[in-house]
């Protein structure tokens, strides 16, 4: 026998993903086309996260998402501090963090040093024990939160849980940290399944079509 509460939390989570799809559309975030991704494939569609980041009332909403998630019946924060990495989780930490009532730290990319790692700046700092709720924009493979785990784990915060907007892994539920082999909760507002193709007209519909082909962040159509 299923029990109410299930089904009253996957009718709230559905609820959340029509709305997060709708303020990514209403903020041009979500578009149609024909993309040439950083993987080389190609895809019908394309998430510009900055679209919606740029919207102070979307982001507001969507971080709220979060704040009443990791709130308690009391009202208090169920966690001690949000951490993002740049640039996107930047706003969606200190968003979320203004709304909870707690911190908010991020941390930046470090060049140079082999294995893609983050390190939080200077000042910013995790009191062993600390519940550190992780947060950032798109998911596709998780490396920006992988790379920031460390970071968090070497200062001794407990890590409640990732947590992104979009999920575009293809089913990622967990990620696991490449210095303790600890796994970690992943969530997503909402979960997005857009197939990509090789390009050429033998894979790509798009291409076979005729469609011009955009490559996002450039300032015209490349060559399909």
């Known amino acids: 026998m299923t029990s109410i509460k299930p089904a009253t939390e996957l009718t709230a989570r559905a609820a959340i993903a029509k709305r997060t799809e709708a303020l990514f559309r209403s903020s041009g975030a979500l578009r149609d086309g024909h993309f040439l991704l950083k993987s080389g494939r190609h895809s019908s569609a394309y998430l510009e996260k900055f679209a919606v980041l740029s919207n102070p009332d979307a982001t507001s909403q969507l971080c709220g998402f979060w704040a009443g998630r990791y709130r308690g019946a009391d009202d208090r924060p169920m966690v001690d501090l949000v951490a993002g990495p740049t640039t996107g989780g930047v706003i969606l930490a200190f968003e979320t963090g203004r709304q909870l009532g707690t911190r908010a730290i991020f941390a930046e990319e470090v060049h140079g040093s082999g294995h893609p790692r983050r390190e939080f700046r200077r000042g910013f700092t995790i009191t062993p024990g600390e519940r550190v709720l992780l947060v950032d924009d798109i998911l596709t493979t998780g490396g920006s939160l992988l790379a920031m785990i460390p970071a968090v784990e070497a200062l001794g915060g407990e890590i409640v849980e990732c947590a992104v907007l ?36 033998a894979s790509c519909p798009l291409c076979a079509a005729g469609t011009p082909i955009y490559a996002p962040g450039s300032t015209g159509a490349a060559g399909a």
């Open 166 to 201: 979009v999920d575009r892994s293809g089913g990622l539920s967990s990620l696991e940290s490449p210095s303790t082999g600890r796994r970690y909760s992943l969530s997503a507002l909402w979960v997005l399944d857009l197939p990509t193709f090789e390009p050429g007209a």
